[in-house]
T-cell receptor, first 113, second 111 residues
Framework: NAGVTQTPKFRILKIGQSMTLQCTQDMNHNYMYWYRQDPGMGLKLIYYSVGAGITDKGEVPNGYNVSRSTTEDFPLRLELAAPSQTSVYFC????????????FGPGTRLSVL | DAKTTQPPSMDCAEGRAANLPCNHSTISGNEYVYWYRQIHSQGPQYIIHGLKNNETNEMASLIITEDRKSSTLILPHATLRDTAVYYCIVKDWSGNEKLTFGTGTRLTIIP
């Protein structure tokens, strides 16, 4: 199993541009998550999904959109990039048993200039 | 979810046991204690979790006090590859998927 994979690894955007961060997992996990991590800080939840067709907001959803058309994929969309969205983005997934752990991808480092 | 308090940094000699404390004095009865770590620039990695009893796996041991107000993560024989930020998280899974990461403890293993 490749686990959770994310593309791209790095990206530089200009203010106002848009992009999609890709996340794929091959573990057949129903639950998937997007987090962001600002320098020196812990992770904050942006959006999550408990299954195909179901998404919900996390702690910091403004400026982002998500979709979940398949179990494997959970893309994160930035429509109008702003400098405040400069961060490292992590995708995660887990089995929907009550106390099961989350598996994280390697992250996407995004700079908005 | 209950909040946690961890020391910002710790050092440990290579080959010794690393003991990382965490206070969670407001933990409720249905909240689990989780430990994750993040090695520089990588995604967080799950280590271990528990509810009431002490737990051990191939990576670490988790000691939870009887009143559940604090816990200790033990890495029995620390290596240089254990240098990372360690996060203690308490989580109740009843209808809330948010996993709250604080700023953790930066553990440095000294050769």
């Amino acid at each position: 199993n490749a686990g959770v994979t994310q593309t791209p690894k790095f990206r530089i955007l200009k203010i106002g541009q848009s992009m999609t961060l890709q996340c794929t997992q091959d573990m057949n996990h129903n639950y998937m998550y997007w987090y962001r991590q600002d320098p020196g800080m812990g992770l904050k939840l942006i959006y999550y999904s408990v299954g195909a067709g179901i998404t919900d907001k996390g702690e910091v959803p403004n400026g982002y959109n998500v979709s979940r058309s398949t179990t494997e994929d959970f893309p994160l969309r930035l429509e109008l990039a702003a400098p405040s969205q400069t961060s490292v983005y992590f995708c995660a997934s887990r089995v929907p048993l009550r106390d099961n752990e989350q598996f994280f991808g390697p992250g996407t480092r995004l700079s908005v200039l | 979810d209950a909040k946690t308090t961890q020391p910002p940094s710790m050092d440990c000699a290579e080959g010794r046991a690393a003991n990382l404390p965490c206070n969670h004095s407001t933990i409720s009865g249905n909240e689990y204690v989780y430990w994750y770590r993040q090695i520089h620039s990588q995604g967080p990695q799950y280590i271990i979790h528990g509810l009431k009893n002490n737990e051990t796996n191939e990576m670490a041991s988790l000691i939870i006090t009887e009143d559940r107000k604090s816990s200790t993560l033990i890495l029995p024989h620390a290596t240089l590859r254990d240098t990372a930020v360690y996060y203690c998280i308490v989580k109740d899974w009843s209808g809330n998927e948010k996993l709250t990461f604080g700023t953790g403890t930066r553990l440095t293993i000294i050769p």
